[in-house]
Every structure is written in C-alpha cells, then in structure tokens.
T-cell receptor
Framework: EAQVTQNPRYLITVTGKKLTVTCSQNMNHEYMSWYRQDPGLGLRQIYYSMNVEVTDKGDVPEGYKVSRKEKRNFPLILESPSPNQTSLYFC??????????????FGPGTRLTVL | GNSVTQMEGPVTLSEEAFLTINCTYTATGYPSLFWYVQYPGEGLQLLLKATKADDKGSNKGFEATYRKETTSFHLEKGSVQVSDSAVYFCALYSGGSNYKLTFGKGTLLTVNP
C-alpha cells in the first residue's frame, strides 16, 4: 500500500529535550515536506526537500532541522523544543515535474505537546 | 503572494442536505487547485483536484469547478452523509521550486443524522 508514515503519532515532552519525528514514504517520491497545522492558521510549510541531500527552508523553519540521507526518509528534528512548537505536524511527499501537478500525499500526523 | 480564502466554519448540516464550501484564491500564473479532507484523528487526503481553467474535479460525490474569471474553486455535494463530517481544506500550487501548497484555514463540516 502506497503511504506516508510518521512516528510517533503522539508525543508529550518538556522544553529543551531534543526530539525527532520520523517520516517515511514508499512511493519513490523525490519531493518531501513538513507542515505544521495550527488552529485558525491552516497548514504552513516548515522545510522541504527536492531529493537526497537537497533541503531548504519553508515559511516557518525557525527551531527545526531536517535531513535527507535516503530518498524514503525525511526526519524532523527539534533540537530544543519550546511550547510555541506545540502543534500538529504533517509530512508529505510527491513527484516533481510538470506532469505531477504537485499532488502531494500526507502522513497521518504527529501531535506534539511541549510543556 | 499566494493566498487561499475559504468560508469560515463550522458548518452544520442535516443528512441529505446540499453542501457548498466557498473557496477563492489569489495567485500568480495558472495554479493547480485542490480540496483535501481531514477526517477526525487522521491525516489529509486528497479529495479532488483541477489543473486548468474550467476543469471540474470530482470524487465521492463531491465536485469543484476551476473558475478563473472569479478565481474560485467552490466545493459542492448534492446530498451529504454523516460520514462526510470532517475538516475540508482548499489549497493551490502556483509553481515555484519549493512545490509548496498554499492552504486555506480549513472548514469544519458536521453532518447530523
């Protein structure tokens, strides 16, 4: 089954304790991205990656890091989480190129609470 | 910059009622338009899409037509079911190397039996 998986699905942590949210896709997509969803704000892009070893900032990258060492994986790293990073996080993947029309596939989400 | 404006919710309907969720956009060029649905506790699923003017996207009884003259992509369904209760997001992609989707804020739909 084609899918994007994320782990963990739920996480409660404390300020300053480093954490990683994993994302994996099995569709051989070049493109992967992280979004955060906050009430009244919709989804905002954090980071994206066009391919292995190619990553770039989205609209709200502060406080986050990513890496893309393998095509299927795109972990999101919070080196020192703060309460304003409490949010629902989505990983997405998709093809690139004109024919793709940028249809993106989303993971189930990770609900993070930082105390 | 690009933006998507969709009607504020929540929207509450009775089963078999007609649904319209308005979506208008501002974008450069000729964007691709999407509706995503988020069922309770789940991630976003692509509901339908349209990639050029006058295209009609449809899926699961939902429809939306890409209207370039009014920059709109309203979601409609003739007869909603309780199982349609979810949050609906309108989104666009207008090109750019970041392949970023620009989302509206979402509309919560509740359908009562």
């Amino acid at each position: 089954e084609a899918q994007v998986t994320q782990n963990p699905r739920y996480l409660i942590t404390v300020t300053g304790k480093k954490l990683t949210v994993t994302c994996s896709q099995n569709m051989n997509h070049e493109y992967m991205s992280w979004y955060r969803q906050d009430p009244g704000l919709g989804l905002r892009q954090i980071y994206y990656s066009m391919n292995v070893e190619v990553t770039d900032k989205g609209d709200v990258p502060e406080g986050y890091k990513v890496s893309r060492k393998e095509k299927r994986n795109f972990p999101l790293i919070l080196e020192s989480p703060s309460p304003n990073q409490t949010s629902l996080y989505f990983c997405a993947s998709g093809l690139t190129g004109l024919a793709s029309y940028n249809e993106q596939f989303f993971g189930p989400g990770t609900r993070l609470t930082v105390l | 910059g690009n933006s998507v404006t969709q009607m504020e919710g929540p929207v509450t309907l009775s089963e078999e009622a007609f649904l319209t969720i308005n979506c208008t956009y501002t974008a450069t060029g000729y964007p691709s338009l999407f509706w995503y649905v988020q069922y309770p506790g789940e991630g976003l699923q692509l509901l339908l899409k349209a990639t050029k003017a006058d295209d009609k996207g449809s899926n699961k009884g939902f429809e939306a037509t890409y209207r370039k003259e009014t920059t709109s992509f309203h979601l409609e369904k003739g007869s909603v079911q309780v199982s349609d209760s979810a949050v609906y997001f309108c989104a666009l992609y207008s090109g750019g190397s970041n392949y970023k989707l620009t989302f509206g804020k979402g509309t919560l739909l509740t359908v009562n039996p």
